[in-house]
């Protein structure tokens, strides 16, 4: 996992992908010279991180907090079940980003709840929101919480180990058959936001919906994230960080590279593999092995991040 | 269509109840219609009615959805089995969508 090419590197980097969607909870991210790298499971991600040095970070998505169907009645007891995995790495992560759809129907006490538990990991946690964090009829409930310093319905960027971290929302004003959407609005921050910037400046875009067109037949797409990828082009390591489909999915395409995070609470199915996107109900057993979430490092000089998906389970 | 609402009176005397306690103003009636959403998909996704008639939909889904028709009607958010109705008092048709999950569409043709 350690060793990293970016060259060649689709074969090796899918043989990652399966090995960690085989184990299955979270992905952790190394950015290393400006590229996060998925490093795989939790604990070959730790293997990795501690051989090589650099910032790592941690990506969680799509806790669901409140949601308690058959797919998973506890979705409260996997997070934590997630937070305690990343607890017990040997290498404390620099901080944490939350992908969306923190809870199931943005009640007051599953923010309440959601907040608990993942504040054990004593992390400092960027949130961008899902549409599930979006329901309360005021829609106040995420903004009060995480909107505080924000543009818009929550878009923001921080600076972090020499990358520069853009939290976009794409969760809001859908518009009738289409996709996710970010807005002209938030297109034209997103230019500001980046202008003057190094092109050598690593970035890392993350926002819930993916950015990049997964499965329109299902909405896994933002409309206008074409957009948005065309203000990054021209530097040298884009790493775009998603959530919405409860499923790890990776795309290298130029200096972009792509991934989704897998949930805390359910899994969803492959695109097309079921009737709908809803949630998957597969075997007690089996449950673990498809939750988790994902860690990625990030070393100077080196071109893609390492993100590993690890799963709480397995 | 009568012969089908006869068959279902009992289940339309229950959302006829439903529908009166969501909009008191108006009278629910024996051919009033339902659509269910099921697997992201409302069915069904072109329904005819008379003026007058209300329509409920019904979220048989584990995840939530809405009803929203720009302009014309947003549902609350719609938790499994929850419910929504809205009475069609002009003719005309009415696109709606799920504000969540966008690619789910339908239309109401009212007459």
Known sequence: MSGHDHGEDGLSRRKVLECMTWAGTGVLWTITGGVPRSLGIIDSAQAATTAVPGMTFLQISDSHVGFDKPANPNALGTLEEAINKINAMPAKPSFMIHTGDITHLSKAAEFDNADRIISQSKLDVHYVPGEHDFLDENVKFYRERYGRGTKGAGWYSFDAGGVHFIGLVNVVDLKASGLGNLGAEQLAWLEDDLRGKSKSTPIVLFAHIPLWTVYPEWGWGTEDGGRALEYVKGFGSVTVLNGHIHQVMQKVEGNVTFHTARSTAFPQPAPGAAPSPGPMKVEDAKLRSMLGVASINFKQNEQRLAIIDTPIQG | ?111
């Open chain 2, 1 to 111: 269509m009568k012969t089908l609402n006869r068959r279902d009176f009992g289940v339309d005397l229950g959302l006829a109840l439903a529908a009166a306690i969501l909009l008191p103003a108006t009278t629910a009636r024996a051919d009033d219609m339902e659509v269910h959403i099921d697997n992201f998909v409302f069915q069904p996704a072109e329904l005819r009615i008379k003026v007058g008639t209300t329509v409920t939909w019904t979220n048989r889904d584990d995840i939530p959805h809405t009803v929203v028709s720009a302009g014309k009607f947003r549902s609350k958010t719609l938790d499994t089995d929850d419910k929504f109705s809205f009475t069609f008092t002009n003719a005309g048709d009415y696109k709606y969508f799920c504000s969540l999950h966008p690619h789910m569409t339908g239309i109401i043709k009212v007459e």
